[in-house]
């Protein structure tokens, strides 16, 4: 089971940036890596993933808005959230694959309100 440290989340208004950020505790190589978020009720939703070769998916719902990256050596992928909305509040979770196993973070709260 891999460990993960997230930080990153909090309150901001409409409008604003903040950056995620979550670093494996693990000397694995890790394929894909990324986010998905959550609010209660509906069902985890793809955020943006990246590969280990730096190509990057992202949901239309943050095309523009959003930007992922990784450090393939410190095995930590970032989320950098920019023209917040109100309808990105969610709990946002960061995942690593290797092959068909995947390994979540704990997830980090991320409240868009004025």
């Known amino acids: 089971q891999v460990q993960f440290v997230e930080s990153g989340g909090g309150l901001v208004q409409p409008g604003g940036s903040l950056e995620l950020s979550c670093a494996a505790a693990?000397?694995?190589?890790?394929?894909?890596m990324g986010w998905y978020r959550q609010v209660p009720g509906k069902q985890r939703e793809l955020v943006a993933a990246?590969?280990?070769?730096?190509?990057?998916n992202y949901a239309d719902s943050v095309k523009g808005r959003f930007a992922i990256s990784r450090d393939n050596a410190k095995n930590v992928v970032y989320l950098q959230m920019n023209s917040l909305k109100p309808e990105d509040t969610a709990v946002y979770y960061c995942?690593?694959?290797?092959?068909?196993?995947?390994?979540w973070g704990q997830g980090t709260q991320v409240t868009v309100s004025s």
């Open positions: 693990s000397t694995s190589i890790f394929g894909t």
């Open positions: 995942y690593a694959a290797q092959s068909t196993k995947w390994d």
């Open positions: 990246i590969t280990r070769g730096g190509v990057t």
